[in-house]
């Protein structure tokens, strides 16, 4: 009797292998489901022509590496809107998370190209409407400098326009090319200690470190590495994702709009209207309105936009340059409408700079402002709290006044206001070149 419990133990213990079993083979299941999922989520692909990795998770941080449309890079982790990824040579580096999938907008670069059609305009700026500088045959070579809502910048000879990128087919890059014969193949250092190496790679020695806005001269081209002479005759190669073919307009580390991230504060809000017309247009309106349009244009850039607000509501003037301090981003631009206490004695445009470190900026600015209908004043020095109290380049914005008919019966339209978005927009532009 002893025997019988026993021996039913035994059977069911010949039972429990298969159960188990079936619970190991779901677990490794379960495992290799997750491990996909995971790399499912953790990959991927560059869809922009060029894409600058950086040494940190910011733009304050150098440029290490670039990698071209097709990459495939795995994301280790994420931080204030950069990705650190591995590279497929097993380096890591950050990148910029809003452009990974950006195939219209890229970081500036100098790729080499060829014009794939006959009779090609070459536009002073990126639209169809813009002065042909030139007509290029097909074949014509060039370099892509940046890319931006599919147009392509470029330099060819001693000029630099703009071309549908559609109109253009990359260059392999692993052939050596000599530059044409011309007066200039000079070109710049972009970054502060640039290195120049005994060979086209960058785990190759160091021969020498140059500072920021260094001219030097092109030997030849070895697929995305210039071999290069200094002024002192030194020889070497320099990756072409650290340079440009034109001397820098500012010390950011921002190679392109693309990069870029812009703050806009919309002024006034909520129980603050700002001034106002005799038929009751509110300047807390027009400026979120002008702020809204300018968000869409600075995005086709592939610029990422924050705002201080988005709808009908009061933000602190205090909160208003915190935000910035905190958020940093690489340019800060306040919106307003002007007034004055009597009707119709003033008119016109102002952009407002208080450190002198604005002053570039703010006069191309005011420059793109010739262009609106109104009188452009041009930069000046105001003290005023958003711009002084800011540790990130910030201007103010005064787009008109409210008080005088005239300048009404432009800014309170959409078209008024989407063109000073469009002139905005290319002052940056210019900025960040």
């Given at each position: 009797?002893?025997?019988?419990p026993?021996k039913?133990?035994?059977?069911?213990?010949?039972?429990?292998?298969?159960?188990?079993?079936?619970?190991?083979?779901?677990?490794?299941?379960?495992?290799?489901?997750?491990?996909?999922?995971?790399?499912?989520?953790?990959?991927?692909?560059?869809?922009?022509?060029?894409?600058?990795?950086?040494?940190?998770?910011?733009?304050?941080?150098?440029?290490?590496?670039?990698?071209?449309?097709?990459?495939?890079?795995?994301?280790?982790?994420?931080?204030?809107?950069?990705?650190?990824?591995?590279?497929?040579?097993?380096?890591?580096?950050?990148?910029?998370?809003?452009?990974?999938?950006?195939e219209?907008?890229?970081?500036?670069?100098?790729?080499?190209?060829?014009?794939?059609?006959?009779?090609?305009?070459?536009?002073q700026?990126?639209?169809?409407?813009?002065?042909?500088?030139?007509?290029?045959?097909?074949?014509?070579?060039?370099?892509?400098?940046?890319?931006?809502?599919?147009?392509?910048?470029?330099?060819?000879?001693?000029?630099?326009?703009?071309i549908p990128?559609?109109?253009?087919?990359?260059s392999?890059?692993?052939?050596v090319?000599?530059?044409?014969?011309?007066?200039?193949?000079?070109?710049?250092?972009?970054?502060?200690?640039?290195?120049?190496?005994?060979?086209?790679?960058?785990?190759?020695?160091?021969?020498?470190?140059?500072?920021?806005?260094?001219?030097?001269?092109?030997?030849?081209?070895?697929?995305?590495?210039?071999?290069?002479?200094?002024?002192?005759?030194?020889?070497?190669?320099?990756?072409?994702?650290?340079?440009?073919?034109?001397?820098?307009n500012?010390?950011?580390?921002?190679?392109?709009?693309?990069?870029?991230?812009?703050?806009?504060?919309?002024?006034?809000?909520?129980?603050?209207?700002?001034?106002?017309?005799?038929?009751?247009?509110?300047?807390?309106?027009?400026?979120?309105?002008?702020?809204?349009?300018?968000?869409?244009?600075?995005?086709?850039?592939?610029?990422?936009?924050?705002?201080?607000?988005?709808?009908?509501?009061?933000?602190?003037?205090?909160?208003?340059?915190?935000?910035?301090?905190?958020?940093?981003?690489?340019?800060?631009?306040?919106?307003?409408?002007?007034?004055?206490?009597?009707?119709?004695?003033?008119?016109?445009?102002?952009?407002?700079?208080?450190?002198?470190?604005?002053?570039?900026?703010?006069?191309?600015?005011a420059?793109?402002?010739?262009?609106?209908?109104?009188?452009?004043?041009?930069?000046?020095?105001?003290?005023?709290?958003?711009?002084?109290?800011?540790?990130?380049?910030?201007?103010?914005?005064?787009?008109?006044?409210?008080?005088?008919?005239?300048?009404?019966?432009?800014?309170?339209?959409?078209?008024?206001?989407?063109?000073?978005?469009?002139?905005?927009?290319?002052?940056?532009?210019?900025?960040?070149?």
């Open positions: 009797m002893e025997n019988s026993r039913h133990q035994l059977r069911l213990k010949k039972k429990q292998p298969p159960i188990l079993l079936l619970i190991n083979v779901c677990i490794v299941a379960l495992v290799v489901l997750g491990i996909a999922l995971l790399n499912k989520s953790t990959s991927l692909t560059v869809e922009a022509s060029a894409l600058n990795v950086r040494t940190g998770p910011g733009l304050d941080f150098g440029i290490a590496a670039q990698v071209k449309s097709g990459t495939k890079l795995s994301v280790l982790k994420q931080e204030n809107e950069w990705y650190q990824v591995t590279l497929p040579d097993g380096n890591t580096g950050w990148v910029a998370s809003w452009l990974i999938g950006n219209k907008n890229a970081a500036v670069t100098n790729l080499p190209a060829t014009v794939n059609t006959a009779d090609t305009p070459l536009r700026e990126p639209n169809d409407q813009a002065e042909i500088l030139d007509t290029l045959a097909k074949d014509t070579s060039l370099v892509i400098t940046l890319e931006q809502d599919g147009w392509s910048q470029v330099q060819v000879a001693d000029k630099v326009g703009w990128s559609q109109y253009l087919t990359q392999k890059t692993d052939e090319e000599k530059p044409e014969e011309k007066e200039n193949n000079t070109i710049y250092t972009r970054e502060e200690s640039t290195n120049i190496r005994t060979e086209p790679n960058v785990q190759a020695e160091l021969v020498t470190t140059l500072e920021q806005n260094i001219a030097v001269t092109v030997l030849a081209t070895v697929g995305e590495w210039y071999q290069i002479e200094t002024a002192d005759g030194t020889t070497g190669y320099v990756a072409n994702w650290v340079m440009n073919t034109q001397t820098l500012n010390q950011s580390l921002v190679t392109s709009i693309a990069e870029a991230t812009i703050m806009l504060d919309a002024g006034h809000g909520g129980a603050d209207d700002g001034a106002s017309t005799d038929n009751n247009i509110l300047e807390k309106d027009l400026t979120l309105d002008t702020t809204l349009l300018l968000k869409k244009a600075l995005e086709k850039t592939g610029a990422r936009v924050l705002l201080t607000r988005d709808t009908d509501e009061w933000v602190d003037l205090e909160e208003r340059s915190n935000m910035s301090n905190e958020q940093k981003p690489d340019v800060f631009l306040s919106l307003h409408y002007d007034a004055t206490d009597d009707p119709n004695i003033a008119t016109g445009t102002h952009v407002f700079y208080y450190y002198d470190r604005d002053i570039q900026l703010a006069e191309i600015v420059t793109q402002f010739k262009n609106l209908p109104l009188q452009s004043h041009g930069a000046s020095y105001n003290d005023l709290s958003v711009t002084r109290e800011n540790t990130q380049p910030a201007l103010l914005l005064e787009l008109g006044y409210m008080s005088t008919e005239s300048d009404v019966t432009y800014i309170a339209t959409e078209e008024y206001q989407q063109q000073v978005a469009d002139l905005i927009t290319e002052a940056l532009t210019q900025y960040f070149q």
